[in-house]
């Protein structure tokens, strides 16, 4: 099992930034990628971004490039988001994933771990 804590939400001004954290621990070993995901009110689940625990190949949602960036401290086990530029329509709860396979895909199926969620709302 791998257990996922997601922290920095809040509340922000459209222009503004705010940086998402997500601690793994647990059987980290397992998970290959970690993917950041966002749901607001009444939606689906959508993908944000992906990144590999090793190598420097990233993926991210055509919504956010350009403002978000994925990052990892592999040390702490630790993934970030660092967001910026934010719009009204980014407001979501934000969730971290972990997967164990090598092969990316947008889709929330293709994730086997997911934290608690981080609320971020953006004022317009």
């Known amino acids: 099992q791998v257990q996922l804590v997601e922290s920095g939400g809040g509340l922000v001004q459209a222009g503004g930034s705010l940086r998402l954290s997500c601690a793994a621990s647990g059987r980290t070993a397992s998970s290959i990628a970690m993917g950041w995901f966002r749901q607001a009110p009444g939606k689906e689940r959508e993908f944000v971004a992906r990144i590999r625990w090793s190598g420097v190949s990233t993926f991210y949602a055509d919504s956010v490039k350009g403002r978000f960036t994925i990052s990892r401290d592999n040390a702490k086990n630790t993934v970030y988001l660092q967001m910026n530029g934010l719009k009204p329509e980014d407001t979501a709860v934000y969730y971290c994933?972990?997967?164990?396979?090598?092969?990316?895909?947008?889709?929330?199926?293709?994730?086997?771990?997911w934290g608690q969620g981080t609320q971020v709302t953006v004022s317009s």
């Open positions: 994933a972990a997967a164990t396979t090598v092969v990316h895909t947008p889709l929330p199926s293709g994730y086997d771990y």
